[in-house]
């Protein structure tokens, strides 16, 4: 099975700072990488597919990037209801795996 | 509006076994891929399995941990995509997530998702 590694697991910020969370992958997925959004109790938001491509309707502060094993998620200026745990996933092969998660929480 | 909703789920006894659905609407279900994930209290997403679209077979893939325990099954005409758990242990408990399948080319992303319902296992 394919690992994924995020870091940070979690982080303080402020509204209006700019963040970034990273994703490495044991091995090299192309750019078959999925980034998803989760408030509590409720389900996951898919926020960014295939590594760099945003979701319809999410917002245009949110961005992917990277390829092979490492990427990242980047939040340009942190919104009120940015603040969530998120989640990176590979869709490179089965069992597609997800990272633990990174919990953005308000300094 | 796109959306998934799930029902099905509650508290069952080790070794029984639970059905959860998962409805569609607002798209067209029998052209996609569905799948199945699960979040444990307090932990992380698990990938639990998918069904292909009957155009792509209605072949199904699962996970290590589920195999030979759990089917998914799919009856377009209801756009109804179900869960079968069998022989549940009380490590699946977890609230259990349905969500729509985009394939394009190899790559596959998940959205929207539904709810999710809580299933519980405990005797």
């Known amino acids: 099975d394919i690992q994924m590694t995020q870091s940070p697991s979690s982080l303080s910020a402020s509204v209006g700072d700019r963040v970034t969370i990273t994703c490495r992958a044991s091995?090299?997925?192309?750019?078959?990488l999925n980034w998803y959004q989760q408030q509590p109790g409720k389900a996951p938001k898919l926020l960014i597919f295939?590594?760099?491509s945003l979701q319809r309707g999410v917002p245009p502060r949110f961005s992917g990037s990277g390829s092979g094993t490492d990427f990242t998620l980047t939040i340009s200026s942190l919104q009120p209801e940015d603040f969530a745990t998120y989640f990176c996933?590979?869709?490179?092969?089965?069992?597609?795996?997800f990272g633990q998660g990174t919990k953005l929480e308000i300094k | 509006e796109v959306q998934l909703v799930e029902s099905g789920g509650g508290l069952v006894k080790p070794g029984r076994s639970l059905r959860v659905s998962c409805t569609g609407s607002g798209f067209t279900f029998g052209a996609y891929a569905m799948s199945w994930f699960r979040q444990a209290p307090g932990k992380g997403l698990e990938w639990v399995g998918f069904?292909?679209?009957?155009?792509?077979?209605?072949?199904?893939e699962y996970a290590a941990s589920v195999k030979g325990r759990f089917t998914i099954s799919r009856d377009d005409s209801k756009r109804i995509a179900y869960l079968q758990m069998n022989s549940l242990k009380t490590e699946d408990t977890a609230v259990y997530y349905c969500?729509?399948?985009?394939?394009?080319?190899?790559?596959?992303?998940?959205?929207?998702w539904g709810q999710g319902t809580l299933v519980s296992v405990s005797s």
């Open positions: 295939a590594a760099s």
């Open positions: 969500a729509r399948q985009t394939v394009y080319a190899v790559d596959n992303w998940f959205d929207p």
């Open positions: 091995q090299r997925l192309t750019s078959y």
């Open positions: 069904i292909r679209s009957k155009a792509n077979g209605g072949t199904t």
């Open positions: 996933q590979q869709s490179y092969n089965t069992p597609y795996t």
